[in-house]
């Protein structure tokens, strides 16, 4: 029998993933698939200059989504992820050794 997993309403999900834990949702269909918060960004433009993104609410930080097709940077939660009590916290990689995940 699988030990029961806690789950979270989105908004408790966010507070936790600005922590620093990764976060999921039991209901997506891919698994490994999670949100993690992404910091320092910066891209390069057009010109090929390197520009830090800074921004006056966010800082230089972004929900960056991790799924199967590699890794989305500004990821927007749909309706269906906002009002979902399914979201879950991914053990912290030192957990997953210990559990053998």
């Given at each position: ?52 993104a800074e921004h006056l609410d ?44």
């Open positions: 029998m699988e030990p029961e997993i806690e789950t979270y309403s989105f908004p408790a999900a966010l507070e936790l993933l600005k922590l620093g834990r990764r976060i999921s949702r039991k209901g997506w269909n891919g698994q490994s698939q999670y949100c993690e918060l992404a910091t320092n960004i910066s891209y390069k433009n057009a010109k090929g200059e390197i520009v830090n966010s800082g230089s930080a972004a929900i960056a989504f991790v799924g199967t097709r590699g890794v989305q940077v500004g990821w927007v939660a749909s309706q269906s992820d906002m009002l979902s009590e399914d979201w879950i916290v991914l053990p912290e990689e030192s957990e997953q050794c210990e559990l053998n995940l």
